[in-house]
């Protein structure tokens, strides 16, 4: 089935011009996200020399959920003390970053605007994972595209099914609001669960949920690659 064509689009080979992208509802967005990440490293910093512990778990905990994906991260953050407000907090703030600064790029992109390479060839494979997902979401329309982000599968979350909505040739407005409204109901479960699940691993040790997570990324992702290689070309 053919992807549907969004109906703004530059010129094929368009030079990326920061003005006129920033200019863009687009640009805007990706605005709020660089603003929205500003302040919270700011935040990290200015806190460093009166909570070093804590801002060094908020820290890590970030990166993991950058790294390794949402689950390793909050897992990270109860392994280490933090309740449940900093660990929701925290996680809330880098997947409404993600999305708002990663869509807006991959819209100009789409559209025809040369980005740098070491954006560009991310970009595309995220792409390509939407893509493969694209059909089935498609049938349910919204409802779909918010499952999808909620649920918790290799490859799902906020970043591709902001691709999808785009994909299913949905407004901007409403990409990101179904697309973070299934990220926080997420977030919000998933702090529930993991509470629970790392009071009652805790006497196998402290990080015991976080490391089986960490194994269980890291086999999804061997699986990923031997699946890419097995594929036969083109």
Same mark, same amino acid.
């Given at each position: 089935?053919?992807?549907?064509?969004?109906?703004? *689009?530059?010129?094929?080979?368009?030079?990326?011009? =920061?003005? &006129?992208?920033?200019?863009?509802?687009? @640009? *805007?967005?990706?605005?709020?996200?660089?603003?929205?990440?500003?302040?919270?490293?700011? &935040?990290?910093?200015?806190a460093a020399p009166w909570w070093p512990e804590q801002t060094l778990t908020l820290a890590a905990m970030s990166g993991l959920n950058l790294i390794i994906g949402?689950?390793?991260?909050?897992?990270? @953050?109860?392994?280490?003390?933090?309740?449940?407000?900093?660990?929701?907090?925290?996680?809330?703030?880098?997947?409404?970053?993600?999305?708002?600064?990663?869509?807006?790029? /991959?819209?100009?992109?789409?559209?025809?605007?040369?980005?740098?390479? =070491?954006?560009?060839?991310?970009?595309?494979?995220?792409?390509? &994972?939407?893509? &493969?997902?694209?059909?089935?979401?498609?049938?349910?329309?919204?409802?779909?595209?918010?499952? /999808?982000? /909620?649920?918790?599968?290799?490859?799902?979350?906020?970043?591709?099914?902001?691709?999808?909505?785009?994909?299913?040739?949905?407004?901007?407005?409403?990409?990101?609001?179904?697309?973070?409204?299934?990220?926080?109901?997420?977030?919000?479960?998933?702090?529930? /669960?993991?509470?629970?699940?790392?009071? =009652?691993?805790?006497?196998?040790?402290?990080?015991?949920?976080f490391l089986a997570l960490v194994a269980l990324a890291a086999v999804a992702m061997l699986v990923q690659r031997w699946r890419g290689r097995s594929r036969p070309?083109?």
């Open positions: 089935m053919p992807l549907p064509r969004h109906p703004e *689009r530059h010129p094929p080979s368009t030079p990326l011009e =920061w003005r &006129s992208a920033f200019a863009s509802p687009e @640009g *805007r967005w990706l605005a709020l996200g660089a603003l929205l990440a500003a302040a919270a490293l700011l &935040s990290l910093g200015a949402r689950a390793a991260g909050m897992a990270y @953050g109860y392994a280490n003390g933090l309740d449940h407000l900093p660990v929701i907090a925290c996680n809330v703030i880098v997947e409404t970053v993600q999305v708002l600064v990663i869509y807006p790029l /991959f819209v100009l992109s789409c559209r025809q605007w040369l980005l740098p390479g =070491w954006l560009a060839a991310p970009l595309a494979r995220l792409r390509a &994972s939407a893509e &493969s997902s694209h059909a089935a979401v498609r049938r349910f329309g919204v409802v779909g595209l918010f499952v /999808f982000v /909620f649920m918790p599968f290799w490859m799902t979350g906020p970043v591709v099914g902001s691709f999808i909505g785009y994909l299913l040739g949905l407004r901007t407005r409403t990409t990101l609001a179904v697309v973070l409204a299934g990220t926080y109901v997420a977030i919000a479960v998933y702090a529930l /669960f993991l509470d629970e699940v790392d009071a =009652w691993a805790s006497t196998y040790g402290r990080y015991a949920v070309p083109g």
